[in-house]
């Protein structure tokens, strides 16, 4: 398995069974950042904001993969969507491995919905506050899940994302172990696992791996 962030919540993730596309951008809709041509076998959008529901700047392949998804239904605030309406949980399973990308969550998931989530092995939570859960929250959802690698997205850095949005270090504090990678792609066979893993974000608008 090999994941590669492009930024603020987009991810590639490609398999031996199959490669999607999570939370693609739309051009201009996060500053700092802008989104290469992606081609992949399937795109999930977590809900549809500008800056999480570009589908339309994915090639699909038309392979059908082989890699399975799961979706799970939760908010994108703490209101029960009455702020800012559903937000898409998916979970993708390929190579003996559970990854679980949070999109735009804005609560805490309840003891029904963990059990529902069951065993992950990648964690894809944000981070940021504002618009989906803080640092706080973060922290004690990713204990609870108890993912071997956890990677933190949705939040302001140097140079991107959006200022209302608060900065990785609060969440990172609160881990024990923190690896951070002087590049934007995963691969988790690597890691020495249970870590938290910070990718660096592509800049400049290049969007290219930086291996």
């Not at 992949?40 to 998804?69: E, I, K, M, N, Q």
């Not at 029960?80 to 559903?86: H, Q």
Request: charged share 20%.
């Amino acid at each position: 398995m090999k994941l590669t962030w492009y930024g603020h919540s987009c991810f590639l993730v490609e398999t031996a069974e199959g490669s999607a596309v999570l939370d693609p951008y739309s051009p201009g809709s996060v500053p700092g950042l802008s989104l290469p041509p992606l081609r992949a076998d399937l795109v999930l959008c977590s809900h549809g904001h500008r800056d999480h529901g570009y589908a339309a700047g994915v090639a699909l392949s038309g392979a059908r993969p082989a890699l399975r998804v799961e979706r799970l239904e939760t908010f994108h605030d703490d209101r029960k969507g009455a702020l800012r309406g559903p937000n898409t949980v998916h979970i993708l399973e390929a190579e003996g491995l559970r990854l679980a990308h949070l999109g735009d969550l804005g609560h805490m998931l309840s003891p029904e919905q963990l059990a529902a989530l069951g065993r992950v092995d990648i964690l894809l939570i944000p981070v940021g506050g504002h618009y989906t859960i803080g640092p706080d929250t973060a922290l004690a959802l990713a204990a609870a899940v108890g993912a071997r690698i956890t990677v933190p997205m949705h939040y302001r850095g140097e140079g991107f994302g959006y200022e209302v949005i608060g900065p990785v270090e609060p969440f990172l504090a609160g881990r024990e172990k923190v690896l951070r990678l002087e590049s934007n792609v995963l691969r988790p066979e690597e890691v020495e696992t249970p870590a938290t893993v910070l990718l660096r974000c592509p800049l400049n608008g290049s969007g290219d791996p930086t291996e």
